[in-house]
Structures are given as structure tokens and as C-alpha cells.
């Protein structure tokens, strides 16, 4: 599994449809400041969920929408779409290519898809748990994210080895399951109230 490409269209300040793609090997971002080199890593670590306007670097997620410039509307709509290699099939999914989209509007709306098909930022969480390219996981490293990682507490130090173990995917189960069986058990008790106010 790989990123083969990402397409971005007003998305911070990629006004105009941009498209990089990933050879094999190592690919380097070159450029002046402020030409947009850390929006590129923005732009990936918001097609794969990220939910923090903060750690996009802006106040609100809006923010992420091209704002215009002196001589440049602004635009109503940010799209990123990313495209994953799955020869291998790591991602549980049967497509040897997987293309993520999302999309947010002015009104704050937002959507995601899969492969072309709407889907729920739940789904695409689900799609790449385990495999190290989630906003928490370990693939992606920020500015200053290995000192946090050292700086860590043990429990959140762990998290990163049960990303990489393969694991976290049962844990969100076990807690959903919890949460219904939690749901389950407060109906099944007005049920029985109700039943005993009958008898
Ligand atoms: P450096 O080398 O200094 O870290 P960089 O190449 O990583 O810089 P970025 O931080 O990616 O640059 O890009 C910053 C530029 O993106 C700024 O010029 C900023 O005005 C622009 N920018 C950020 N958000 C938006 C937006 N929503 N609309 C338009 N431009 C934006």
C-alpha cells in the first residue's frame, strides 16, 4: 500500500486544481516559505479525518477553503481526494486502488466518499485503522511529534504500538458493542418496569 496521487482544489492556497503524484522511492516538497509545502501535509492529514481546525493550523475548519487574494476570489468549496495503492489488499476493501474524497463547503457542510460512493468520515476511519495512516497514527509526523511521542505518557506511547500491532480496529468494536449493550440494557429496564406496572 501506497499514496499514488493527491488532487487538491481549493484547498488553502490551491486555488486551482493541483495534482502530485507519489513515485516509489522517496518524494521530496521543495519551495520558498509560505509557497505551500506544510498545506500539501494539511491537505493529507485532512482527506484522512482530521477533525482539528488547530492542528490544520486554522481557527475554524472552514479556514481549509481557499480565502481568495488581492487578485483571486475566493472559492465556496475545498476538495481533497487522495489515492491509495491496494495491490496488496491491506486496506479491507476490493479495490486495487482506493481514491478518497472530502469536501467542505462555506456552509460547513461536509462529504466523504469512497471510490466515488458517499460514505461517512466513520467509514473511511474504519477503512484505514490499523494501517498506520490514520490522522493519530504513526505514518504521518509533525513538526514536534517526535519529542511528544518521547514525551508521552505510557498509555499514549502504547497507542502508537497498538496502531502498529493491528489491534485498534477490535478495540472500537469492543466499544461499540459495549455502548449498544449499554443501550440494550437501559430498554430491556423500561421494558420491565412497564411490565411490572401491568401485572
Ligand atoms: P514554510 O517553508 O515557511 O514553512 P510552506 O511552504 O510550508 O512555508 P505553507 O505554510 O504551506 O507554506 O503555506 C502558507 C501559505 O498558504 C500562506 O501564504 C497562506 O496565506 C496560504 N494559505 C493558507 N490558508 C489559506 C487559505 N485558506 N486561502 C488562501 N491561502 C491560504
Not at 521543495?30 to 498545506?39: A, E, Y
Not at 484522512?48 to 479556514?63: V, W
Not at 481549509?64 to 476538495?79: C, D, Q, Y
Request: glycine share 10%; hydrophobic share 35%.
Amino acid at each position: 500500500m501506497y499514496f499514488k496521487r493527491i488532487d487538491m482544489h481549493g484547498f488553502k492556497s490551491f486555488a486551482e486544481p493541483v495534482s502530485i503524484e507519489f513515485n516509489h522511492g522517496i518524494t521530496c516538497i521543495v519551495g520558498p516559505n509560505g509557497s505551500g509545502k506544510s498545506n500539501i501535509s494539511d491537505a493529507l492529514r485532512w482527506v484522512l479525518g482530521e477533525q482539528s481546525p488547530k492542528t490544520l493550523r486554522g481557527g475554524k475548519m472552514e479556514d481549509v477553503i481557499f480565502a481568495g487574494t488581492a487578485n483571486r476570489k475566493s472559492r465556496g468549496m475545498a476538495e481533497v481526494v487522495l489515492v491509495i495503492d491496494n495491490s496488496t489488499g491491506i486496506l479491507p476493501i476490493d479495490y486495487s486502488e482506493v481514491a478518497i474524497t472530502r469536501r467542505v463547503f462555506r456552509s460547513g457542510e461536509s462529504e466523504y466518499y469512497i471510490n466515488n460512493n458517499q460514505c461517512r468520515l466513520k467509514d473511511i476511519r474504519e477503512l484505514i485503522m490499523d494501517t498506520g495512516i490514520g490522522v493519530d497514527g504513526y505514518s504521518l509526523i509533525g513538526q514536534g511529534k517526535i519529542a511528544d511521542i518521547v514525551s508521552n505518557k505510557p498509555e499514549s506511547r502504547r497507542e502508537i504500538f497498538e496502531e502498529a500491532a493491528g489491534i485498534v480496529k477490535y478495540r472500537s468494536k469492543k466499544a461499540e458493542a459495549e455502548r449498544k449493550l449499554e443501550a440494550t440494557n437501559v430498554n430491556l429496564e423500561r421494558v420491565n418496569d412497564i411490565v411490572s406496572e401491568i401485572e
